[in-house]
């Protein structure tokens, strides 16, 4: 009696098992946002890491400093620490050609114009994230670094 009830209980966890070897992860349905491929949308680039467990706690988006790049944000000890807790992250990048910093954010400045509103920007970002991870109601922070925290 007792073996039949073990079998049992080895055979339901390897049918589970099996099903979640089935089901799509979500780091794995990834089309873009990878260093190599940016997400393209309205104004701009973004960079996106999914963590690799299925319960996603929330949304952390981080800017750059100036000068730098969202891609080079990816393998940050802040992405990792983020992916670690359930965090997608994402990192886009401040891009604006014609300014004297084109990898800069349109921070306030009485020397600078800027062809972007960033504000705008960001949240088309972040509305593209939710639409694409169906996390409407995530939890969001918004952090920075030197120019991006600005």
Same mark, same amino acid.
Request: aromatic fraction near 8%; charge should be negative; proline fraction near 5%.
């Given at each position: ?13 390897? $049918?589970? &098992?099996?099903? /979640?070897?089935?089901?799509?992860? #979500?780091?794995? !349905?990834?089309?873009?946002?990878? *260093? =190599? ?15 690799e467990n299925s ?21 940050? $000890?802040? &992405?990792?620490? /983020?992916?670690?807790?359930?965090? #997608?992250?994402? !990192?886009?990048?401040?891009?604006? *050609? =014609? ?52």
């Open positions: 009696m007792e073996i039949s009830k073990l079998n049992k209980t080895v055979s339901r966890a390897a $049918g589970i &098992a099996f099903a /979640a070897m089935l089901a799509p992860s #979500v780091a794995l !349905a990834q089309e873009c946002g990878g *260093p =190599e491929t940016p997400c393209q949308i309205d104004g701009g680039t973004y960079h996106i890491l999914y963590p319960g996603i706690a929330g949304i952390v988006m981080h800017l750059h400093g100036g000068g730098s790049s969202g891609r080079s944000m990816l393998g940050s $000890g802040l &992405a990792d620490e /983020a992916l670690a807790r359930g965090y #997608v992250f994402v !990192a886009p990048n401040g891009e604006h *050609p =014609e300014a004297v910093w084109p990898k800069d954010w349109s921070v306030r400045a009485d020397n600078m114009d800027f062809d972007r509103d960033d504000a705008t920007f960001l949240s088309a970002v972040l509305a593209d994230v939710r639409s694409q991870a169906n996390l409407a109601d995530a939890p969001f922070l918004l952090a920075g670094f030197s120019r991006g925290g600005s």
